[in-house]
């Protein structure tokens, strides 16, 4: 424990004020997004607590009831947005985090066979990647969200929302971890200790997850961290044009974009608040893989 704390890392996050600052904010968007039901002062999806008599109040109103102020105001159909934007956190959140799980083990297991196989496997996966990665991710989740919209029933739509948006995101992300992790194993497979594995006769599935992988995951975690804030501003994009979360299930681009509608007649805040808040998450996120990358990347300092 003692020699991890006084490792060349942590001693250089320490040491780097962006990195701190970028850790504390993340952890303060993340803490309030996990705690949203206990800090927020509304729940904004319950329709007793919400009053139309509060909707398109400005920063620092009252309630119509006195009983609180509404500190980022209130939107259209008065819910809180502060509450509002809390609980779009955790939406956001949740879909980034298990869009970029799913990419990192689709694109980690194509990169690693890729890798270590070689030959026609390696020709015909690394086609595949090439001609994805020709389109822009946002292009690639939208064509996918689309199609599988149109492959199923309407009456499943909203129930099945929330899955389509993390595969058509997650499908869109896996080619740039497939290389990395395609290079990588092919610079470890050609070592010694590899090579001694195969001879006494290990399995090769066996070498490449045991001896291979955990050589590879620096760059892995690198760029999952840095896709983390892609597939955010994804979510957010496809939900600015309709066709992200439903709207029971109001993310941070949801938000926008229903604020959006009011911006020209003065609400300003309905749009700003939320926009900032992504702003402020994908920020803290790229900063951090940043920081990540020349951590485990010595030669880049």
């Given at each position: 424990m003692r020699d991890w704390l006084?490792?060349?890392a942590v001693h250089g996050f320490r040491t780097s004020p962006i990195a701190v600052l970028s850790c504390l904010l993340l952890w303060l968007l993340i803490g309030g997004a996990v705690l949203a039901p206990w800090i927020a002062p509304q729940n904004p999806f319950d329709l007793g607590r919400v009053s139309l008599m509060d909707s398109s109040q400005p920063p620092m109103s009252p309630a119509a009831d006195g009983d609180r102020t509404y500190f980022l105001g209130t939107d259209q159909q008065g819910r809180d947005m502060l509450s509002a934007i809390l609980y779009g956190l955790r939406v956001s959140l949740l879909?980034?985090?298990l869009a970029v799980a799913f990419a990192v083990v689709v694109g980690v297991t194509i990169g690693l066979v890729s890798g270590y196989v070689?030959?026609?496997?390696?020709?015909v996966l690394m086609r595949i990647a090439d001609v994805q990665l020709t389109f822009?991710?946002?292009l690639t989740a939208l064509l996918v969200d689309g199609s599988i919209?149109?492959?199923l029933p309407r009456s499943v739509h909203d129930s099945l929302q929330l899955h389509v948006v993390v595969f058509s995101i997650g499908i869109s992300l896996w080619p740039s971890l497939a290389r990395t992790v395609r290079g990588s194993t092919m610079v470890e497979r050609g070592k010694d200790y590899v090579l001694a594995a195969r001879v006494i006769g290990v399995p090769s599935w066996r070498v490449a997850l045991t001896h291979v992988l955990p050589n590879v995951v620096g760059p892995v975690m690198v760029i999952a961290t840095l896709g983390l804030g892609m597939a955010i501003l994804a979510e957010a994009t496809l939900s600015f044009l309709g066709v992200g979360l439903p709207a029971s299930r109001p993310s941070l681009g949801t938000?926008?974009?229903?604020g959006?509608?009011?911006l020209y007649s003065g609400s300003w805040w309905m749009a700003a608040f939320p926009g900032l808040a992504l702003m402020l998450l994908v920020l803290a996120i790229n900063l951090l893989g940043d920081w990540l990358?020349?951590?485990l990347t010595p030669g880049l300092r």
């Open positions: 006084d490792s060349d879909v980034g985090g070689g030959g026609f496997v390696d020709l822009p991710a946002v919209r149109a492959a938000l926008i974009k229903y959006g509608d009011y990358r020349d951590a």
